[in-house]
């Protein structure tokens, strides 16, 4: 695994990358249903849903807490198709957690840090996310095991 402490270059200590632990994200079969459990068993508030056509998902964002960078949630992911990102993790592992999803407040820098420490993206181009966010997906090959997802907030959005 390459470094686990990501900064602001390459040459050595800097800032930070990650700004939040933004999101978990759960993958789903019944986006209703799971709903209905979080906020009925926990009393968490579903503040939005939507379809990303392009990632074939239907989720819910479930606000968990507010930090002094952002509010923090649990995403919920039903797949929209089979063949989708989503859909394949369900068809080998089930439901649970998919994904941890980390703040940036540069999504370009955050990826070029990420490839001058060898950790590979998942695309070339960042791609539309939550509340019209931009996010890009780290190679779990490089990340021990675990998709990462790094988000930009929209400045005109949610978070």
């Avoid at 039903?78 to 941890?100: A, H, L, Y």
């Avoid at 980390?102 to 990420?114: Q, R, T």
Wanted: with cysteine; proline share 6%.
């Amino acid at each position: 695994m390459a470094d686990s402490h990501l900064t602001g270059s390459s040459d050595g200590p800097g800032k930070p990358v990650f700004t939040r632990i933004d999101h978990v994200g759960f993958a789903v079969k019944d986006l209703d249903a799971a709903i209905e459990f979080w906020t009925s068993t926990y009393g968490l508030e579903c503040v939005h849903t939507e379809v990303n056509e392009e990632q074939g998902v239907r989720e819910a964002m479930l606000k968990v807490g507010e930090t002094t960078t952002g509010p923090s949630y649990i995403q919920l992911l039903q797949p929209t198709r089979p063949d989708s990102p989503v859909g394949k993790f369900i068809e080998r592992n089930g439901e649970g957690v998919q994904q941890v999803a980390f703040g940036v407040s540069d999504l370009a820098s955050a990826m070029e840090v990420s490839h001058d420490h060898s950790v590979r993206t998942t695309s070339a181009e960042p791609r539309h996310g939550t509340f019209g966010s931009k996010v890009a997906f780290l190679h779990p090959k490089d990340t021990g095991g675990v998709l990462v997802e790094l988000v930009e907030a929209n400045p005109d959005g949610e978070h």
